[in-house]
């Protein structure tokens, strides 16, 4: 025992725990993402809109990852949509141990897609599995284009990409197809998707893919 690392040992536990989330989604029939990006990449907007265009199809409920504050929670909750907040103190990552606590707080009977948006942070999330199906990460067209050389190990370790803010792009230098042939380089079977919440451009595209995902109950 004493001979495993320490840093094997607790993402060993996590492992553990983030089966056991998975079992309880999946007892209930809720399909789980875990969404992922950099402070401001637009996490929250996306869910936000999603939540909208998803109205009266699927139902619902985020867990909202954050070092400090309810803010992002408060948003959801206003729409209508139950969330949790999860504050880490500092940490910045969620574990599955924060996952599970905050499962229990939530109606999953009555759920068919849990979003859980995990802290801003394009390191270490990708380490620690939640118990979720599904992994997206972001990136905003003001981070820049270079963002799958410096962190290419969040661009090979989710299902699907989402670029957003493309509104932004008339304004902002960044060169969409090389982007791409940066992230299939890394990732060739990503989904890749192109929106603006402002806009709406390209979101139908995304909202049809998550209903593909998930199941009305
Ligand atoms: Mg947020
Ligand atoms: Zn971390």
New binding site residues.
Partial sequence: MSQIPVVERILGANEDLAAQNRRLLEAHGVHGINIMAAPGGGKTTLILRTIQALQGRRKIAVIEGDIASTIDADKVRAVGVPAVQINTGG???LDAVQVQKALAELPLEDVDLLFIEN?G?L???VAFDLGEHTRVALTSIPEGDDKPHKYPGIFAAVDALVVTKTDLLPWVPFNLAEFRRLVRGLNPDIRLFEVSCVSGAGLDEWVQWLMELTVRK
């Fill in positions: 940490n910045c990552h802290v942070n390191i270490c999330p």
